[in-house]
């Protein structure tokens, strides 16, 4: 089946210490995105690309870094610059490279600081 | 800057039906769509809209007008599994060198028997 697959489910941080998240999906889609999500709370976009070896920042960057090596991957590192880094992050593609009309989600992974 | 509103909360009953609207105010404006939540769980896509109208999927159906920079979502008879959080998104595109997704805060539907 295709899809899009986040893994660790649940993630613990240590100060200090930076953790990636791992994003890997199987549809042939061109973009990929990070979002985070805080309780109650809408998704804030961390990072997108749509294109491999390409990368943009979205609204809430600092602290995080991305690499697209490879089509498939998208992983998204939480640095030790990131002092409030518990959320809920969400990972997505999409076909389109522009003009996003649908994205398909990951299960997200949910990060705690120690 | 890119600004999108939308109800914090909704109650309505079992059977009933209920409408999310959606106002934005953002450059590069290129179609909304709307994403259902469940608790803990990932967004799914609803619908999408790039023209102004109704499009209509089952149960949901959700409006357009961009001369109004107002969209709604409208869901029909009402099922306790509809109880999520709903979202709307705006599609950003910037000549096509730029193209990504901005979120609404999301409205928590709560589905009353």
């Known amino acids: 089946d295709g899809g899009i697959t986040q893994s660790p489910k649940y993630l613990f941080r240590k100060e200090g210490q930076n953790v990636t998240l791992s994003c890997e999906q199987n549809?042939?889609?061109?973009?990929m995105y990070w979002y985070r999500q805080d309780p109650g709370q809408g998704l804030r976009l961390i990072y997108y690309s749509q294109i491999v070896n390409d990368f943009q920042k979205g609204d809430i960057a600092e602290g995080y870094s991305v690499s697209r090596e490879k089509k498939e991957s998208f992983p998204l590192t939480v640095t030790s610059a990131q002092k409030n880094p518990t959320a809920f992050y969400l990972c997505a593609s999409s076909a389109a490279r522009t003009g996003v009309e649908k994205l398909f989600f990951g299960s997200g992974t949910q990060l705690s600081v120690l | 800057g890119q600004s999108l509103e939308q109800p914090s909360e909704v109650t309505a009953v079992e059977g009933a039906i209920v409408q999310i609207n959606c106002t934005y105010q953002?450059?590069?404006?290129?179609?909304l769509s709307w994403y259902q939540q469940h608790d803990g769980g990932a967004p799914t896509f609803l619908s999408y809209n790039a023209l102004d109208g109704l499009e209509e999927t089952g149960r949901f159906s959700s409006f357009l007008s961009r001369s109004d920079s107002y969209g709604y979502l409208l869901l029909q008879e009402l099922q306790m599994k509809d109880s999520a959080s709903y979202f709307c998104?705006?599609?950003?595109?910037?000549?096509?060198?730029?193209?990504?997704?901005?979120f609404g805060t999301g409205t928590l539907l709560a589905v009353q028997p």
């Open positions: 953002t450059s590069g404006f290129y179609g």
């Open positions: 998104a705006v599609s950003l595109n910037y000549g096509g060198a730029t193209n990504k997704l901005i």
């Open positions: 549809l042939n889609h061109d973009a």
